[in-house]
């Protein structure tokens, strides 16, 4: 599907001098995509080449919306349940081991934390998001794991 369908969903990063710095020049970062062919999860600004990670509509069971209780306000995630033997996906949390993750966030699936991106620097709109994932995968729910931090 070409770039301007408006069926796809698509959320940036705003663009900061420090990604001059990391040598990802001036351009538009995406944070989270959904079209035709799937799901593409951003790696985070610093590291965007090295972590962005593309998974197929064919790979993906759900598109989940979580939170994450920490010291401060929390964080809102989004991620992907995958289907079983999915390859692994680049990311921040892709070395992470089973223990850790059950310490940051015991109310999710380990699988669906290494495939999930922290909602920092850019928002979801759920209804957005929602007709999107309808729109090319109708048979993939977006699902919501406790209550986001508002």
Not at 66 to 88: D, E, S, V
Not at 91 to 108: C, D, I, L, Y
Request: charged share 20%; hydrophobic share 40%; proline share 10%.
């Amino acid at each position: 599907m070409p770039d301007n369908d408006p069926r796809v969903y698509e959320a940036t990063f705003p663009r900061t001098p420090f990604q001059l710095l990391f040598g990802a020049g001036w351009k538009k970062l995406v944070a989270f995509r959904v079209d035709s062919e799937g799901v593409l999860l951003g790696g985070a600004p610093a590291q965007y080449k090295k972590q962005t990670a593309f998974a197929p509509w064919g790979d993906i069971e759900s598109v989940v919306l979580w939170y994450q209780k920490t010291a401060g306000q929390g964080i809102n995630h989004i991620g992907l349940r995958r289907r079983p033997g999915a390859p692994r996906l680049a990311g921040p949390n892709s070395k992470m081991t089973p223990q850790s993750a059950e310490r940051v966030a015991p109310h999710v699936e380990y699988d669906l934390l290494l495939a999930s991106r922290p909602i920092t620097f850019w928002r979801v709109d759920p209804e957005a998001l929602h007709a999107a994932v309808t729109a090319f995968a109708p048979n993939v729910p977006v699902l919501v794991y406790q209550q986001a931090a508002q």
